[in-house]
Structure formats: C-alpha cells, structure tokens
C-alpha cells in the first residue's frame, strides 16, 4: 500500500501487518504517528481490519480515517466498498485519505477525485486559509499527491497537473503562511510533468526567470528518470536534488532542454548553474509589477 511513498525514510522496517499500519497512521498523522498508533490501540484493543469497522462507526474523524486506511491494505471482502463509500463522506480528511486508498487499490473510481484534489483548498485572494485550522493538514497531504497520481498515466491526469502547475504559480502570493510549502509543490508539480514528458506547462508563461528555470530544471530531471531510470518510481523532483550540478548528466539533461522546448545550450545550462540561486529568488520575489515587463525580461534572456 502507497507504494509511492519512501517509507524507509518515514518509519522503519518491520513486518509487512504492522508496516501497513504504520503507514496507515503516518498519512493521517505523519510525525506524531507512533504515538498516535498507540493510543488509537488503547481506544480500539488493536488495529485489525475487523476492530476498524467498529471505528468507522463510532471514531472520531481522525480515527475513521486510520480506519479507511487499514481496511483499504485488508483482506476484507468488502474493503473496497468500504473505502468507496469514504469519498462520499462530509469530512474532507475522510474523503481524501479515502481517495488515496482507492487509487493504490487500482481503482479508476478515484481518479477524477485525486485531480481534483491537486488544487482543492489552495489558497484564494479572499479566502488564503480555506480550511481554518485544518490547512496544514491539506498543505502536508498535498506534497504527496503528485507522486501519488503517477500510476495513472492518461491525459486526464496529465491535464489535471498542467492545470495544478500554473494554479500553483498563480496563486503563491496568498500562500503566506509558509512559502517554502508552495514552492515545494510546483517544484513536484514540475518534476511530474516532466516525467510525463509535457513541458507545455512553461510554454509562453510570464514568470520571473527563477520560477521559468527552476520548473525548466525540474521537467528535464523528470524527463530524464523516466527515459533513463523508469523503475526509479521514488524520486519526486526536490529543491536539494543534487543532480542538478552533476556534470555527467548535465549534457542530457541540456539536450532534453533543447528537444523540448529549443532553448539554446547556455540558456539550459543556466537552469542549473542557477539551481539552488532561484530557489531562493522565489521566496523574496515580488509577485507585483507589470507582466509585460517579466514577459521582456524572459524574452530578453532567452534571446541572449
């Protein structure tokens, strides 16, 4: 279950029951899950599928969703019934985690739901904290869903994260509570998109030259591990990616570039001499000013 996930990063190795369930926990709790492990073990007397069905009905929300997760890894006859029946329910956590579960039980019922959820609750001009108190929540759930709609490879989807890429750019101005949140998402946003081979998403955009490079950077890196590393399904694309100054893969990755969108050699290269430099221009960036004049700017450099 949630194989998209790089869970010897997030808890230990241990048998595969308990290894389920602790995936379980950690999506609906992430660093408190251990703890929170135990004491749904106090309330329930366990974590066996069949207790869980218990807490569908009774739980609190939290704990319905641990619930959805571990009968989505059962063996229970009505596990996918179950699980559909999660992204109906009124509480948006539910139906998320529902969502997730559906989608690694191989079900195409979840697929118009995960698109939608790649920009639900983000941040509006009226409206920057949607979910109150639960934002957070959504805003850690969210780095994971690019990586998690990757088995679904049609256009749909595909559409769905071209969409999510430029809603994102769009709207980080609102995304004040923790920057580094947002620009972490476009960067997996753009990395995906790259591993599908769609650059459209940069195409005739108007963006300063640090948001252009760093997504330029992120497409050609996941471009490259699916022509070159498809089983490496664990890399999401990330600001730290030390591939970007790896002066082996540089040539590729230039020429990926270049197919892709025609960019010169040295405008290519400047996506990673620049790599970590733009990152750090997207934080403190104004997102003011007239377009026309980011529009020349851009139009300036690749000219150049």
Same mark, same amino acid.
């Given at each position: 279950? &949630?194989?998209?996930?790089n ?8 048998k ?14 992430m660093?408190?899950?251990a703890?929170?492990?135990?004491r &749904? ?5 366990g ?8 807490v ?12 959805? +997760? ?15 029946s ?10 998320? +985690? ?14 118009? $739901?995960?698109?939608?959820?790649? @920009?639900e609750?983000? %941040? ?5 904290? %949607?979910?109150k ?24 989807? @595909?559409?769905?994260?071209f ?12 995304? &004040? ?16 998109l ?35 590393? %498809?089983?490496?399904? $664990?890399?999401?694309g ?15 990755? +230039?020429?990926?570039?270049? @197919?892709r ?11 990673? $001499?620049?790599?970590?430099? $733009?990152?750090?221009?997207r ?22």
């Open positions: 279950m &949630f194989h998209w996930l869970w010897q990063d997030t808890v230990g190795a241990t595969n029951e308990a290894r389920l369930n602790e995936q379980a926990f950690w999506l609906v709790h660093e408190e899950y703890s929170e492990m135990e &749904f073990q106090q309330r329930w007397g974590c066996q599928p069949e207790s869980c069905l218990n569908l009905q009774t739980g609190d929300r939290l704990d319905r969703c641990v619930a959805l +997760c571990i009968i989505a890894a059962s063996s229970l006859p009505e596990a996918r019934q179950i699980v559909a999660g992204m109906r329910s009124s509480s948006p956590q539910e139906r998320w +985690c529902s969502t997730l579960c559906l989608s690694e039980m191989g079900d195409e019922e979840a697929i118009p $739901d995960l698109c939608s959820m790649l @920009t609750f983000l %941040p509006q001009p009226c409206n920057p904290w %949607p979910q108190e639960l934002q957070w929540w959504f805003e850690d759930r969210r780095l994971l869903l690019p990586r998690a709609v990757r088995r679904w490879q049609c256009s749909n989807v @595909t559409q769905a994260l969409a999510a890429f430029q809603r994102q750019v769009n709207v980080e101005v609102n995304t &004040f509570f923790n920057e580094n949140y947002c620009l972490f998402y476009e960067d997996y946003l753009a990395y995906e790259g591993f599908r081979g769609d650059f459209s998403g940069v195409i005739g955009v108007t963006w300063s030259l640090a948001h252009l490079r760093r997504a330029v950077m992120l497409m050609a890196l996941g471009c490259y591990d699916a022509l070159c590393d %498809p089983g490496q399904w $664990d890399r999401t990330s600001y730290d990616d030390d591939r970007a100054y790896n002066q082996a893969l540089r040539p590729h990755l +230039c020429q990926i570039i270049h @197919t969108l025609g960019w010169s050699e040295a405008a290519a290269n400047d996506c990673f $001499d620049h790599a970590y430099e $733009d990152f750090l221009a934080e403190y960036e104004a997102q003011t000013g007239p377009t026309g004049q980011r529009k020349q700017i851009v139009t300036q450099w690749l000219a150049g």
